[in-house]
């Protein structure tokens, strides 16, 4: 092996070296979930990453999770994603190391890892779109190495990274890295959900059960959750919907005809991510009415337009900012929120491969978020 700088770029790598140290040098190894292509993941040794830059914080990972997310990166949906990659982009830790313009956090901080990176200083930062930052956005286990490893990196800890309040429960914590703040921003906020307002839900995954929880906080009249999983749909049951719609057996555009007094809904939440979904959510907004879109979606969907020009739709898309974190966080710390009940199954971090197993066989095995301990 030839010793070699590596560039500084945050956006580049998650192992950089600045101007004197080399991944060779550092020395020091850790276990961290690499991806290989399409299929191929392993549990493996990896160089420990350093911090790089002034504004890097090195954090050892305490707990982390598995997000939909990463099993479409599995799939090779996400081509960005390099072979060698450590993924994964939630998660709570210690901070371990701090770089020398890191001003709000210092070695020995729990903290809490936002699945968005922001520098807090450029245009799209200064408008609340982290998701845009020009320096950072989605990059943690995309383009850069993720939290499924025992020791992550974080550009721009300053604004990226959250303090974890004593005593706090810091799995319960997991859950506010990318699900919670996905589905109050992407679906709640975006939706304009209030109260008295019909609010329907497709899919009842994470993503749609966190819209779910976070709807509550505007105490709509009806919240309808409509998923192919029976499973799911009495978890949402318990999580507060009014009505569930199992859309495998019977037809959905009826029901909530029949539920709505064929007005359609006020908002329409799309959790899935399927050019069914998006064209199902199309027949079950009511006048005046939004469809707000959570999917990541792969494929083009068909616009009705034809049908709803004239009946005063907002459509809104959003990449999760993780702006409301803050304001989550306090409603978790209250107990307002308990988004504890989202994680079903735990395992150790080393046991991630199995984890994978669980989660990918979500029906099968009953499973929401699982739980990756570094112990
Ligand atoms: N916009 C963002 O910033 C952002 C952030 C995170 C995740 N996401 C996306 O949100 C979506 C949901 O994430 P998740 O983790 O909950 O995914 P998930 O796969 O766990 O859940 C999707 C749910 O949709 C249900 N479903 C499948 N086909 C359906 C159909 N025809 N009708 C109704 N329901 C159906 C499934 O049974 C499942 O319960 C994914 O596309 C994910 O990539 C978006
Ligand atoms: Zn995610
Ligand atoms: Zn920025």
Redesign the pocket.
């Known amino acids: 092996m030839t010793t070699k700088s590596i560039p500084v770029n945050p956006k580049q790598t998650g192992l950089s070296t600045g101007k004197t140290k080399t991944a060779l040098q550092s020395g020091d190894t850790m276990k961290a979930l690499v991806y290989f292509g399409p299929g191929k993941k392993s549990w493996e040794e990896k160089p420990k990453p350093l911090i790089s830059q002034p504004t890097d914080a090195l954090v050892k990972i305490l707990k982390t999770t598995i997000c939909g997310t990463d099993l479409h990166i599995m799939k090779g949906d996400v081509p960005e994603v390099s072979v060698g990659r450590i993924i994964g982009h939630e998660g709570v830790g210690i901070v371990e190391e701090v770089g020398t313009a890191v001003s709000n956090f210092k070695k020995g901080d729990h903290v809490l890892i936002s699945c968005i990176t922001?520098?807090?200083?450029?245009d799209?930062?200064k408008r609340g779109m982290?998701s845009h930052?020009?320096?950072?956005g989605w990059i943690l286990g995309h383009l850069i190495d993720g939290t499924q490893a025992e020791y992550v990196r974080i550009p721009y800890a300053d604004n990226s990274l959250y303090h974890i309040p004593a005593g706090s429960d810091e799995e319960a914590l997991v859950m506010l890295s990318d699900i919670l703040p996905t589905g109050f921003e992407c679906g709640v906020l975006n939706g304009k959900v209030q109260p008295g307002n019909t609010v329907v839900i497709v899919g009842s995954g994470p993503i749609g059960l966190a819209a779910l929880l976070t709807a509550q906080f505007y105490s709509p009249a009806e919240i309808i959750m409509i998923d192919p999983d029976d499973n799911r749909l009495a978890t949402a049951k318990k999580f507060g919907a009014t009505q569930v719609i199992n859309n495998s057996k019977e037809n959905a555009i009826e029901r909530v005809k029949q539920l709505t007094g064929n007005k359609g809904a006020d908002t329409v939440i799309e959790a899935v991510g399927i050019p069914a979904t998006f064209e199902l959510c199309q027949s079950l907004v009511g006048a005046g009415g939004t469809i707000a879109n959570i999917g990541v979606h792969g494929k083009s969907v068909e616009l009705h337009l034809e049908k709803l020009w004239a009946h005063n739709i907002t459509i809104t898309t959003r990449l999760v900012d993780t702006v409301t974190t803050p304001m989550l966080l306090k409603t978790v710390q209250s107990k307002k929120l308990d988004s504890k009940q989202l994680i079903t199954h735990h395992f150790k971090l080393s046991d991630i491969i199995n984890a994978y197993d669980t989660f990918q066989n979500a029906a099968r095995e009953k499973a929401l978020k699982v739980i990756l301990t570094n112990e």
């Open positions: 922001s520098c807090g200083k450029c799209y930062c982290y930052c020009e320096n950072g």
